[in-house]
């Protein structure tokens, strides 16, 4: 067994890599870039060592410095994670000619699979149904479009070397394979130092499936059953789950049994993931296509481990120093469910738009890579998981990923890891820059997850106007409408033993008129006894006027809510939504509805830059006429690119950003007349 490896790579996955390590007593070293001097990851290591600036292109993509790194401490073998290096072909090679280890799969496997285009011809020649398209290398925008119409629309645009919902767009018409082609050409070259693509038809009503596939040294390859990543935005996952609720016994057996062949015809060993997409419009459950084979760990692997039992990090690394697999297909198990939800740096109330700065506050509702000492210590503390890369103060930097943290929950079933979620999110301390914890918990409630009715356009079809919170019932709004009344009076209280020392103490109301999302409620405190609308709550918590955090049960449910003290209430977050609450002794209530309402400025008519990012182009000059829906300028922020529409129509005035430029948010890219 190694005695020292190196991690190449950064965040929540290397202090993944590192915990595994320490545990099997290997000691570890860590590299990093000027932006992560002071992440967890460098402090969790046993060594750390500096490769550079803060751009990747600049240092985690550079494989000489990995190498140099391996040298400078002895380290005799390199874990890549994900992304960077994980599917380079030429690192695994430069490793090898160095006698260091790669812990991962052969160089042979990474160049037969790393590669989309080659991929699917192999797929297809090994007898594996692939998805209609063309296999090729595509010239220019002419030859896509040429290609998309013999197709047939919708077709999806591919970075052959693509991942992580990176260099990928769907078209539905002409025009939007000559808006986006070569957008998909860049985010590959930029992302991945690709700008090959390809294209294939689009299959309606999919549903993202992928095998987990190990392997060792020895030619045994087993199948650790499926995940379903359908639920996605642009095409990058966001909620993933173990097993999947519309995968049969049958249909995984015949899955499991395909992937594996598939493995065994490039000598496949190590842990991989091949990607599957499965048409939710066929009952049986057998019209499923090869998509892709990621040769490296997958990101939402810890669902994968909850149910099984398997620590894949562990195995990667046995596999690598020649171990044989000491387990078989017949020792692989499902043991309830686990479901990950990825916790980004987006704004879903502002269009996802991403967000960067400093974690002012950051608390999850239990600590990453703590060891319970529980056997089943890979679900974390009683069935909730974070994995992180962050701390509270640090920076989300523009140069990396947006991810914050994963939260995996695990139950005996589907719907109590899904309720393990939503406790587990409301109680998920995180501010300073937008986030996505609101959205995860709407979907998390979502009927429609919960019936397990999903394919990859959940997102597009669920939420067509945008999210603004998830719907709160009726009875959810009397809940809050009594614990807003009962902090009300709390901070009343206190104001009035306050003001007793100072002058003849006022007894505090106890008539509340409380609106929430503009429906009135009221709310009347009898010493332990809360009525709402008349009718009596059953209302249990301790509250201390500042606290930022109440635990709370109503009427026999346990609720965590997130409050921030406004002029006239409060603002209330829990159960995936924020609420305005306005609490005023009824007395004065009334009086309210005399207050001035202050209308925003109208700014329809400048196209503002949404997020910190890179203007990569500009396709108005001033003079220009523009229609509502027209491509206006294209922004690039956390390797994505966003394209700028117009939202009226008009002539541009005045142009106040170049291409190239680096612009922060709100800035002003241009005005029409």
Known sequence: MFKKILIANRGEIACRVIKTARRMGIQTVAVYSDADARAPFVQMADEAVHIGPAPAAQSYLIADKIIAACKQTGAEAVHPGYGFLSERTSFAEALAAEGIEFIGPPVNAIAAMGDKIESKKLAKEAGVNVVPGYVGEIDDTE????????????????????????????????QDVREGFESVKREGLNSFGDDRVFIEKFILNPRHIEIQILGDKHGNILYLNERECSIQRRHQKVVEEAPSPFVTPKMRKAMGEQCVALSKAVGYYSAGTVELIVSGADPTGESFYFLEMNTRLQVEHPVTEAITGVDLVEQMI???????????????????????????????YRGFLPSTGRLVRYQPPVDGWTDDGAENGRRGVDGVRVDDGVYEGGEVSMFYDPMI?????????????????????????????????DFVSAIMQHP????????????AEEYPEGFHGAPASDEHKVKLASVAGFV???RADRARRVDGQLATPLDPPSDWTVTIDKEAFEVVIDEDIVTVNGAEVELELEYTPGDRFIDAEVDGEDITIKVELTRTGFKMTTRGAIHQITCLPTSIAALS?????????????????????????????????????????????????????????????????????????????????
């Open 143 to 174: 030859h896509a479009v040429r290609i998309s119409n013999e197709i047939g629309y919708p077709v999806m645009m591919k970075a052959s070397a693509g991942g992580g919902g990176k260099g990928m767009r769907l078209a539905y018409s002409e």
């Open 405 to 437: 943290a994963k939260l995996i929950t695990w139950g005996e079933t589907r719907d109590e890891a899904a309720d393990k979620q939503i406790a587990a999110l409301d109680a998920f301390e995180l501010e300073g820059l937008g986030h996505n914890i």
């Open 318 to 348: 046995r596999v690598a120093a020649g171990e044989k697999l000491e387990m078989t297909q017949d020792d692989v198990k499902i043991d309830g469910w686990a479901i990950e939800n990825r916790v980004y740096a987006e704004d879903p």
């Open 448 to 459: 429609r997850f919960r019936s397990g009715e999903l394919t990859t356009g959940f997102i």
């Open 488 to 490: 009300a009076a709390a």
């Open 593 to 673: 509805k005399h207050m001035i309402e202050k209308i925003p400025p109208d700014l329809s008519r400048f196209l503002i830059c949404p997020m910190p990012g890179l203007l990569v182009s500009l396709n108005v000059a001033e003079g220009d006429k523009v229609e509502i829906g027209q491509p206006l300028a294209v922004v690039e922020a956390m390797k994505m690119e966003n394209i700028l529409r117009a939202e009226k129509a008009g002539v541009v005035k005045s142009v106040s950003a170049k291409a190239g430029e680096s612009l922060a948010v709100d800035a002003i890219i241009l005005e029409l007349e």
